[in-house]
């Protein structure tokens, strides 16, 4: 009998990361947690759709002490704004409640959360986060519509802020660009790159702006954004709508509550394959996710899920991914977005990203290692993003970015591009980057801007080990290694925290959990792997 040779079981860590590749390839559209701003948003446009109590029970859950929804420095800004106008939407309706959730519950929360607008979030600071220009403003004009509908019709619901309106110093929420796209849209389509602020940029959710005729391009979603979608079909939408199927099928993934932005499938592919190529680890990447990413990719670039327009940040990891593992694409499509000193993200934006720039930097970087007679064609722009994030490190030696609430993500992106691809003159901020990562470590290993996370520390730990930090390779590895140890001791993927920016800021679930298997992978190849300080 002829015997076949066994075959050798992969190491632990090598099982996960085939497990995370065929989990990505099964989901269809990528995980994202679920957001605070889009279910408000659902409770107030859509309580025609399943789970609309369980929504209101996810709000009440999530509503802070202090009375705010979201993350501190401004970032609860949005989610609170729409929380408290999701509710005064429910507490005028009259079967309103979820369970354990009374009138009375929702008034209590209702006045919470307006005390922490007044008292702080009004005229706090204003995060550069999706459309806040539009959101807020938007949120804060139908508060005060609420405010002054329940005053006049049942003042007791309100109690002590009956007949009240809000106000705000901030001048990023004075209305005046969301007035100017409101008075454009009457007249004209909504741009590509707002239908995923449909919500907030069209008056009273459904009237005004269509973002196109018939039915929404890709799952049924406007912008791959629930809120959007809801707003888009209105109040009383035909059940076989495909809007209508999409929203069922996003609010039935968590039971109710729904993500700020899904699908995100080109993105957490791209990202997940880039994390494993430097990890170290053997894989084999799935012919279905490079098939994907292919064919999503056009001479235009490709973007975070289809639904979306194109930009370069999902491009560049996109090429960077696919070259990685054996397909490399010419990167012509890049140059669409190159700008006078950087590369921007979409056509038009407010503020470039460091991130992007980075990701960049390594899409070019790598082709032409790999193309060497493409020195010539991409060497000039090599060149020129190098020079702007090197302008862009802040003094501490960290980045900060558009795309993330934390600067160890940013410092991350750009430290490591800079490290490969930045040449000779960069590496006295690469080494910046990496004595700030070991300066602000947290005593129990890991990092984070407002408290330890997966995802923060996972990228100190690569910062470390692909650096090539100089000094007491001791030190470098007892960092990592402790923060290999904070990794391995507290991960809980339901609960990793948003720090993406969207309207409201996410987590990438699948994304941050790749990113902490190199972090692993990486850190364990380290001396002391497992030490202490």
Known sequence: MLEVPAQPTPAPREAEAAALLAATVQDPWGLVAPSVYDTARLVSLAPWLDGHRERLGY????????????????????????????LLTELAR????????????????????????????????VPDTIGVEFVAPSLLADINTRLAALTEQAPGKLG????????????????????????????????????????????????????????????GSVGCSPAATAAWLGAAPD??????????????????????????????????????????????????????????????????????????????????????????????SLMHFRRDGYFSCFGVERTPSTSTNAHILEALGHHVTVRPDDAGRYGAEIRMISDWLLDNQLP????????????????????????????????????????????????????????GTTEETAYMVQLLMRTRTPGSPGTVARSAARGCDALLAHDDPASYPGLWHDKDIYAPVTVIRAARLAALALGGAAPAASGGA
């Open 160 to 219: 002590a802020w009956a007949g009240t309106t809000l106000t705000s110093p901030a001048p990023d929420l004075d209305g005046a660009l969301l007035a100017g796209v409101r008075e454009m849209t009457e007249q004209a389509p909504l741009p590509e790159k707002l239908w995923h602020t449909l919500e907030a940029v069209t008056r009273d959710g459904t009237r005004g702006a269509r973002p196109h005729e018939g039915a929404p391009p890709h799952n």
């Open 396 to 451: 501490d030696g960290s980045w900060m970015d558009k795309w993330h609430a934390s600067p160890y993500y940013a410092t991350a992106c750009c430290a490591l591009a800079l490290a490969e691809f930045g040449g000779p003159s960069a590496r006295a901020a690469v080494d910046r980057a990496a004595a700030w990562a070991l300066a602000t470590q947290r005593a129990d290993g890991s990092w984070g801007r407002w408290q």
């Open 94 to 125: 009259t079967d309103s409640g979820a369970p354990h959730l009374s009138p009375d519950d929702l008034a209590a929360a209702c006045a919470d959360g307006l005390g922490a607008l007044r008292d702080g979030l009004l005229a706090g600071p």
């Open 59 to 86: 709000l009440a859950k999530e509503q802070n002490q202090d009375g705010s929804w979201g993350a501190p420095d401004g970032y609860g800004l949005v989610p609170t704004l729409s929380a408290v106008e999701a």
């Open 239 to 332: 059940p076989a709508a495909p809007g209508v199927a999409y929203l069922r099928d996003v609010q039935a993934r968590f039971g109710g509550p729904v993500p700020s932005i899904t699908p995100i499938v080109y993105f957490e592919q791209a990202w997940v394959l880039n994390s494993l190529a430097a990890s170290g680890l053997r894989y084999e990447a799935p012919a279905a996710l490079l098939d994907s990413l292919e064919a999503g990719l056009t001479d235009e670039g490709i973007a975070a899920a289809p639904g979306l327009p194109s930009d370069s940040d999902d491009t560049a990891a996109v090429l960077f991914a696919l070259a990685q593992h054996g397909r490399p694409h010419r990167p012509d």
